[in-house]
């Protein structure tokens, strides 16, 4: 009973994001509105899946989203409904940094490049470096970006160690960096499956990390500092989650 419940669940969320990917593309090739789109797409497509899911999700620090300026949000990265966990806690339109190959998925592909997301090839350094460039002039534009830097779905749930792109972007720049860290979502739905469980989603965003606060630090150890400061957040979460 349960396996057919994912099955509709599944098909269910495959449609309606596609459905949304159309939409919002439609949207952006009339208005030319990315900002627009990207704020209230994603807010109508969270609440869907979430519900779709039976998670609950709970947001803590909303408070340090940052009130002026823009930046770069860091979370890790455990399941796909990652996505959907950051864009309930930030309530910002959020570009991210993707892996090209989402370039060639139906809709979602078309979406990613109408939207001005950054596409990046991790298997070439110069196009790598290239796509973080790309990311710097997007935030010096206005824009706030989204990046998961451990560049892969954890599978064990353990923390990866982040790359040190995003964080060369925030060091030349001296770009804020928001650390993100989310928990549950591995248990609602295990990476590398289709499963879907009920559950509690956990997201804790912290305090902005500024370069110029840390002027010993280059693009290594920022991004050094940043995992501990998720891990950090973490182990709070799971700690609630004990309590509750």
Request: glycine share 8%.
């Amino acid at each position: 009973m349960i396996r057919v419940l994912n099955v509709f669940q599944v098909l269910f969320l495959l449609v309606f994001t596609g459905i949304c990917g159309i939409v919002g593309s439609l949207i952006m090739l009339i208005t030319r509105n990315t900002d627009w789109v990207l704020r209230y797409i994603p807010a109508l497509w969270h609440r869907v899946v979430f519900a779709v899911c039976l998670a609950r999700v709970r947001v803590y620090g909303r408070e340090n989203i940052p009130k002026e300026g823009y930046h770069i949000y860091t979370s890790n990265h455990e399941s796909s409904l990652d996505i959907a966990a950051v864009v309930r806690a930030v309530p910002l339109p959020l570009y991210f940094i993707v892996k090209k190959e989402l370039r060639k998925v139906p809709v979602l592909g078309i979406y990613i490049r109408l939207a001005d997301m950054i596409f990046v090839d991790r298997g070439n350094r110069d196009a790598a470096l290239k796509s973080m460039q790309n990311a710097a002039r997007l935030i010096k534009g206005g824009k706030n970006v989204i990046v998961f830097p451990e560049g892969t779905r954890s599978k064990t749930g353990e923390l990866l160690q982040f790359r040190k792109g995003s964080f060369k972007i925030a060091c030349d720049g001296n770009i804020g960096v928001v650390p993100i860290a989310i928990v549950g979502t591995r248990e609602v739905n295990p990476s590398g499956s289709f499963k879907l469980n009920p559950g509690t989603v956990k997201i804790q965003i912290g305090q902005p990390i500024y370069p110029h606060d840390h002027p010993e630090f280059n693009a290594e150890k920022l991004a050094d500092f940043t995992r501990q400061r998720v891990d950090e957040m973490r182990r709070e979460l799971r700690s609630k989650s004990k309590e509750n």
